[in-house]
């Protein structure tokens, strides 16, 4: 007995201007009926998706915490983690898978991408489709070599300056750096970290 439009604002919350029967009414059919939204129309109508995209390997407990962090945070915000994993992309063929995920992720509409990137080296054009849409992207964990984005991760010159302290401090003089590639951001400052505390001390 009303309108589409008065069903529609009373059920997306807008409908303070309808007396309190006519709202009652309606959440009730909505509940017999259990009616849920569309969000895929909610989306297109809005321009916001409510989820987001994650590229995080998901091998190792280091990477199992962060990734449970963030799905913690998103569903506080009511928003949705489309989890996709790159593992460590060496090969021309692997920076294609990653890029193709990158372009699912946009072709759904995310409303952001976050992304531990396989390959530090990537150019600008690699990501150039996530900055043309508006899209916000934030790297984790190794930082871009030549491109500048948003990025969140540790202070790994600290880290490798901590462990070579407590290594000293408990005595140690013969000790040995086990790192990644000098490819690898994260690991080469961790070493250099290392290196320079065990440099400068007394022998």
Not at 69 to 78: P, T, Y
Not at 92 to 113: A, C, P, T, Y
Request: with cysteine; net charge negative.
């Amino acid at each position: 007995g009303v309108t589409l439009t008065t069903v529609s604002r009373i059920l997306n919350q807008k409908g303070d201007k309808y007396a309190p029967a006519t709202k009652d009414k309606i959440f009730a059919i909505a509940k017999r009926l259990k009616y849920r939204p569309n969000a895929l129309v909610l989306g297109m109508q809005s321009g916001i998706t409510h989820t987001a995209g994650v590229m995080i390997p998901t091998d190792s407990q280091f990477y199992a915490q962060l990734v449970a962090g963030i799905h913690a945070r998103f569903h506080e915000n009511d928003t949705i983690m489309l989890l996709s994993w790159n593992p460590a992309f060496k090969t021309d063929k692997d920076d294609q898978q990653e890029r193709h995920i990158i372009h699912q992720l946009l072709d759904r509409r995310v409303d952001g991408i976050i992304l531990r990137p396989g390959n530090e080296h990537c150019e600008r054009s690699y990501f150039e489709e996530i900055w043309d849409r508006g899209v916000p992207f934030i790297t984790v964990d190794r930082e871009m070599a030549e491109t500048v984005t948003d990025f969140v991760g540790t202070d790994d010159l600290v880290v490798g300056h901590e462990a070579a302290k407590h290594l000293l401090g408990l005595g140690h003089q013969r000790v040995l750096f086990l790192g990644d590639s000098p490819e690898v951001s994260t690991s080469q400052r961790r070493e250099d970290g290392f290196r320079k505390v065990f440099s400068e001390a007394p022998h």
